[in-house]
């Protein structure tokens, strides 16, 4: 950390560098999983069988998802994720050596070696700041078709619902089959004003 130095009363580490390690072993696991299975371009069913998590087909590969993957796991192991796995294997992996390292973590911490450990750190934070694992409603630029007040975007809740647009102001719904009508309406009419 930047400023006053901090004294190391857990091995090799203060308090707060503890604590964030210890967090980002229990979260890593999870956000590997979700980098694999929702930001990399995959058959929509695995070969082990198993249903993605994500309610709509896999974007295009996402070559900062992987990345920041890749450093995630060179920082818990030192070496590259094998490209034959899957997000469910990853995960299992991924689980088994946090696991590992969790219940000796006062044993680690007084290793050296706990430095390159540490970047995972931040590595898990920038993974679920820039990936959460659940989406948010959000605003749209969509205006209403009823009020022209803003719309907000409500993600599907289960694998295989339909996204919905709806107004806050007068609760307005927009049927998901008329969003892309909507959407290009709104378009033409910003146009013609600008």
Not at 18 to 31: D, F, G, V
Request: proline share 9%.
């Amino acid at each position: 950390m930047q400023g006053e130095p901090v004294e190391a009363n857990h091995g090799y580490l203060c308090s707060n560098c503890y604590t964030n390690l210890r967090t980002a072993l229990q979260r890593a696991p999870e956000a590997l999983q979700h980098l694999r299975e929702v930001y990399v371009l995959r058959a929509p069913v695995d070969l082990e069988g198993a249903k993605p998590q994500k309610k709509d087909p896999p974007a295009p590969f996402n070559l900062d998802a992987w990345q920041i993957a890749e450093e995630m796991w060179q920082s818990l192991t030192g070496e590259y994720i094998p490209s034959e796995w899957n997000h469910q294997v990853l995960y299992g992996h991924a689980f088994d050596k946090c696991q590992e390292y969790h219940q000796h973590l006062d044993d680690v911490v007084n290793r050296k070696e706990v430095i390159y450990l540490m970047p995972l750190v931040k590595h898990t934070k920038t993974a679920l700041y820039r990936y959460p694992l659940e989406e948010k409603p959000r605003a749209t630029l969509l205006p209403c078709p009823q009020c022209s007040q803003r719309t907000i975007y409500q993600p599907p809740v289960e694998f295989g619902d339909n996204l919905e647009v709806s107004c806050h102001n007068c609760s307005f719904t927009i049927p998901p089959e008329k969003i892309e009508f909507y959407a290009n309406m709104a378009e033409r009419e910003r146009d013609a004003n600008l």
